[in-house]
């Protein structure tokens, strides 16, 4: 049973909960738990059973698919107010993950059982709305990926990449390559010839952007 400070936040994270009727609303807040993890933790991980459907309160998740040489690529991010499709994907073909999640930032989940995401999934229009939106939205997502992946240079997505966060960036190169799925030293060594040409400012694990337009053009290329 979660309280009530961690109902409210959660009714306004996801208003589709407001739509259910007071019984089942009753019955996801009882079944449900809240769970704390701090940053880095692996929430789950390739060949893992689900272990239920998490609604995020707090921090944000990194879904990555590594390969055995230690690369990384990210699929996507979720945020406060989204869920995980892999989860869904699991609890709806009661298959095991084919991704790792890791907590980037300490998160508060609310978890719902597995029992719990079927029942409202059969028989409340907006939870199953909900689910498939997502479905929806991240399949989009990860056919842009594709896209880039496939058919731009890596320099072009670094350039993509950095204009889509908040200057100064702080984040190692390690960790912008993980985003790319590629290397730290390819990576150092695109950031150091944007930097030649005066786009960008190089610190200790933080980047300044100094010409957004430039970026711009270049990654639309």
Not at 85 to 101: K, P, Q, V
Request: charged share 20%.
């Amino acid at each position: 049973m979660i309280d009530t400070d961690t109902r409210s936040r959660l009714l306004q994270q996801y208003p589709m909960l407001r739509e259910l009727p007071a019984a089942d609303q009753a019955r996801l807040l009882a079944e449900a738990s809240v769970v704390h993890l701090p940053a880095g933790t692996v929430i789950f991980d390739e060949d893992q059973p689900c272990q239920g459907f998490p609604l995020l309160l707090s921090g944000n998740i990194r879904v990555i698919k590594a390969a055995p040489n230690g690369r990384e690529l990210q699929l996507y991010r979720v945020t406060p107010g989204e869920s995980c499709i892999l989860t869904s994907s699991c609890l709806l073909g009661n298959t095991r993950y084919h991704a790792r999640g890791i907590a980037e930032h300490a998160l508060e989940i609310v978890l719902l059982p597995a029992t719990t995401f079927h029942a409202l999934l059969g028989k409340q229009e907006a939870f199953r709305s909900y689910v498939f939106h997502l479905f929806s939205d991240r399949l989009t997502d990860l056919m842009q990926l594709v896209s880039a992946v496939a058919f731009q240079k890596l320099d072009q997505r670094l350039a993509h990449l950095l204009v889509n966060k908040t200057s100064p960036i702080h984040a190692t190169h390690q960790a912008l390559a993980d985003e790319l799925g590629s290397a730290r030293e390819i990576v150092s060594r695109l950031l150091k010839g944007f930097a030649e040409q005066g786009w960008v400012k190089l610190g200790r694990e933080q980047i300044d952007i100094t010409d957004t337009a430039a970026l711009k053009r270049f990654a639309a290329l």
